[in-house]
């Protein structure tokens, strides 16, 4: 469906890439995914709304001629973000996106457009409904049913019902860039855990530019840094103990730390890397140490929280919590006392909210195959909706080809047909 949708957005004004690539990453932007602010983002329920979620990273621009470090615009922004002129690009996708900028005229008569992240995400919004508009007109047999689409601040939103799951995509307009950025260049030139396992090649094959300002930036024209693909890559080396004690701590921070919004997995995600570069790669390893590693990474949140410092992990110069209140730490620390005074019933009552998630999905599935209700994406001959193997074949897509990018053709006049490849395989 995403493939028909990037085929017919790109059909409308020829703005997006022809062949793209996107990084489908499992999880969504509320589950701290890729590192966005969730000040914005409405609440959505696993089990109440969704079952599977998802993020897409769609590039709008693409910039991958360059073979040395990339230098951002980073005089008007905090660290960890940057403004992007199109100088940077040719004069023709200049005149395509030129009414997705804000123009900074200079004294000597020159005129500099910069790529704005909220004209970007209203753009693609507007696409996007238009889309979805002339799908509704002329249904298709199969085609998953669109229940929900919402602007969330710069990410879309779409909740499709697929056979009986129900599955969230957060679509992210991103700016996507081979190589690496030189600000994050000094961070190369340390010893890492990842060290001997995987290449740097493997590490810094690109990042990317989301929509996400500092707390004191110019929305309209900031992006955050991100090193999604590079994340994905490094996930690859760390233990599955480790991995086990993150998702338990990260399941007890998500109810825990909700209010006010200050801690996001993202930072937890941060910190567990800084840890496999602290400590001994055989005590990582280590497949008994689950219950070990859940305690020290509660530990690290809590030295984090108490000193308000959670340095960014490829520009460690950036520290993630420097613009939280005392107050506030100080509540969040607390909370945590409480976990680690008595962790076991804690991760018990996260266990129980996803137990009763799946209860809740099981039943609503119930309920579905009990009562037929056409989809309005259907020719009304079926009432039956699709079965589930599209969901799962989704699933085992991200599972199987972890950091690896899905570069698609598509023929704008002919969205039915894509051709795509993972990596190096053509399918």
Known sequence: LFLSFAGMVQKLDQKL?????????????????????????????????????????VPALKLHDRNQPVTLDMRHSALCHSWLSLRLFDEGTISKWKDCCTIVDHINGATNYFF????????????????????QKKPQRGMPKVEKVEKNGTIISIILGVGSSR???????????????????????ENHFWDGKITEEEVISGFYLVPACSYKGKKDNEWRLSFARSEVQLKKCISSSLMQAYQACKAIIIKLLSRPKAISPYHLRSMMLWACDRLPANYLAREDYAAHFLLGLIDDLQHCLVNKMCPNYFIPQCNMLEHLSEETV????????????????????????????????????????????????SDGGDTNQPDDRLAKKLQQLVTENPGKSISVFINPDDVTRPHFRIDDKFF
């Open 17 to 57: 890439p022809v062949a793209n690539e996107y990084l489908l990453l499992s999880g969504g932007v509320r589950e701290g995914v890729v590192d966005i602010d969730l000040d914005e983002l409405n609440v959505y329920a696993r089990g109440t709304d969704y079952d599977m979620d998802f993020t897409l990273l």
């Open 116 to 135: 704005s992240p909220t004209k970007v995400a209203d753009w693609f919004y507007d696409s996007i409904s238009i889309v979805l508009s002339e799908i």
């Open 167 to 189: 599955m969230l995509y957060d679509i992210v307009p991103v700016v996507s860039f081979k190589g690496w950025p030189a600000v994050a260049q000094s961070w190369l030139m």
């Open 330 to 377: 100080m509540l969040h620390a607390r909370k945590l006392s409480s976990v680690r005074s008595d962790p076991a019933a804690h991760l018990r009552t996260a266990i129980e909210h996803v137990k009763a998630a799946n209860r809740l999905t099981l039943e609503l599935q119930r309920r579905g195959s009990t009562t037929s209700i056409p989809s309005p994406q």
